[in-house]
Nanobody
């Protein structure tokens, strides 16, 4: 079993920055992919960014150049540095873990960007 604990959400003004963290614990297979998804008000959940245990990253076009995903394998933690935040980035952000056909979601952390 893998558990994910997210932190770092909150309220920020447009143009500001936040950093989300997601710590994984439990039976973690060394080769895995972790990522962040988000679900805004009235919207479907969408992929924001992913990073493999080898360090390969993907960022959605909507956040490219503003958000950066990174990870610390020694701490089994993934981060999402969010800069130049926009009101449309307001959403619940969910951490995601995938390995060997197993997929685990975090509980979500709310990010609110005021204009």
């Amino acid at each position: 079993q893998v558990q994910l604990v997210e932190s770092g959400g909150g309220l920020v003004q447009a143009g500001g920055s936040l950093r989300l963290s997601c710590a994984a614990s439990g039976s973690i297979f060394r080769v895995n992919t972790m990522g962040w998804y988000r679900q805004g008000p009235g919207k479907q959940r969408e992929l924001v960014a992913t990073i493999t245990s080898g360090g390969m990253t993907y960022h959605a076009d909507s956040v490219k150049g503003r958000f950066t995903i990174s990870r610390d394998n020694a701490k089994n933690t993934v981060y999402l540095q969010m800069n130049s935040l926009k009101p449309e980035d307001t959403a619940v952000y969910y951490c995601n873990f995938k390995a060997l056909g197993v997929e685990v979601w975090g509980q979500g952390t709310l990010v609110t960007v005021s204009s």
